[in-house]
């Protein structure tokens, strides 16, 4: 007797019989009830998929709702089949705004402002205060907008989408800075100095620039001055200097002076008396607008700038010995060239102390500082010399009449006291 065969049973499509909540924003969690879920492969909401489901147990899933809008039917794919449909309703929050990046800018507008909150999908307006602005929803979380120009205060921006407007958030209209001047308005290229910038705006500042160089350092003081320490220059000439802030880039015209440094080639003459009081001739380059004249320590008290490559200055009184010139303008302080401050001369003695009228026989001078010896004087009349050491010289007395004569020495230092010489007649006369 033949066997009966037994019906083959196909699995079933899942079922939903309840969804909780039935409506929401896009990321809602909904937990899903029903039959049929364990090996689930899809979730839809309107034929969007889930951003993300859990199948809890073979009755139950959660799944986050996607981007959609109305009324749509959720819907659970198994590899046997599609769900029925269950409805779940979009509903729109009001968006919220939690910060603004950055939360300041110019008043002449422009720059990119970003917002992060919450509700922003949909968004069909972002205003700053009541002026609408250009603007990105980059997604429910974050929109960038263009910050419209406005006059310098505080303005609330808000963002509007279906579900409402959100609630407004703080952002500064900081004004245009204004540079009035910089003191002083010059100085060396290697930079380094400090000046002050006066003017209006400065709060906030965020650089200080010399032409395309930024300041080494700046202190903002007040909202009305500023502190900068200058970078160096890439050459002599003017440069613009400009303040930036929230509020902007300074644009007036407001120069800096860089200056080469002085440059001394030459001074003469290059010794005098320790007493100073002489005149001396400078020479090199860059010498307009010097502020100084220094010997060795000593700073000249009357100097005259005749050129850019001249000045007359009176050495001041020194010490024997050589010391370094230079002269200093804003643009710096120049190399240094040799000066020589020389003691008065001493003759301590003359040998022999006399000869015969006719002149030409040699006298031996003996006494200290005689090495820069300009001139050997019997009376006034000047004689050849040879100088041997700083303390002895050679020199051919001239002729003359019977009778003493003061024999001097002369040199940058000064002039010797005399010591007495006496000419004599030939033996027998």
């Not at 039935?22 to 969690?29: D, I, K, L, R, V």
């Not at 004249?293 to 009176?314: D, K």
């Amino acid at each position: 007797m033949p066997h009966a065969t037994q019906p083959s049973t196909a699995a079933a499509a899942p079922v939903i019989t309840a969804s909780s909540p039935s409506s929401g924003a896009a990321g809602t969690a909904v937990t899903l009830t029903g039959t049929g879920f364990t090996t689930a492969s899809a979730v839809t909401f309107g034929g969007t998929p889930s951003a993300s489901f859990t199948v809890v147990s073979a009755t139950g899933i959660t799944a986050v709702a996607p981007a959609g809008a109305g009324t749509v039917q959720i819907t659970v794919t198994t590899p046997d089949g599609t769900s029925n449909g269950v409805g779940f309703t979009y509903t729109t929050a009001t968006p919220t705004i939690s910060s603004l990046v950055p939360n300041q800018g110019s008043a002449e507008g422009g720059n990119t402002v970003t917002l992060t909150g919450t509700g922003f999908t949909g968004a069909t307006s972002v205003r700053f205060g009541t002026v609408a602005a250009a603007f990105i929803a980059v997604s429910d979380t974050q929109a960038t907008a263009i910050a419209p120009a406005a006059p310098a205060g505080t303005v609330n921006v808000t963002i509007t989408t279906p579900g409402g407007t959100s609630a407004g958030i703080a952002y500064t209209y900081v004004a245009v800075p204004v540079l009035g001047s910089v003191a002083p308005t010059q100085g060396p290229l290697a930079g380094g100095n400090s000046l002050t910038l006066s003017g209006t705006g400065f709060t906030g500042t965020t650089s200080v620039r010399f032409g395309v160089n930024a300041a080494i350092t700046f202190t903002v003081v007040s909202a009305n001055q500023l502190t900068a320490v200058v970078p160096g220059g890439g050459g002599p000439g003017p440069v613009a200097v400009t303040v930036t802030t929230p509020g902007g880039t300074s644009s007036q015209a407001v120069a800096y002076y860089y200056l080469a440094a002085p440059v001394l080639t030459s001074v003469v003459a290059g010794s005098g008396q320790v007493g100073g009081s002489n005149a001396v001739t400078l020479t090199g380059a860059n010498f307009l607008q010097a502020t100084a004249v220094r010997f060795g320590s000593t700073a000249a008290t009357t100097f005259t700038v005749l050129s850019a490559t001249e000045i007359r200055v009176t050495a001041p009184p020194g010490v024997s010995g050589t010391v370094p010139v230079t002269v200093t303008t804003p643009g710096g302080t120049s190399n240094s060239v040799a000066y020589l401050y020389v003691g008065a001369p001493v003759v301590s003695g003359l040998v022999p102390d006399q000869g015969p009228s006719a002149g030409g026989n040699t006298v031996t001078v003996s006494g200290s500082g005689l090495t820069y010896t300009t001139q050997v004087l019997f009376g006034s009349v000047p004689a050849g010399f040879t100088v041997v050491s700083d303390t002895q010289l050679t020199t051919a007395a001239p002729p003359g009449v019977l009778g003493a004569v003061t024999v001097r020495v002369v040199t940058p230092g000064g002039t010797s006291v005399g010591v007495p010489y006496t000419r004599v007649g030939s033996p027998g006369i």
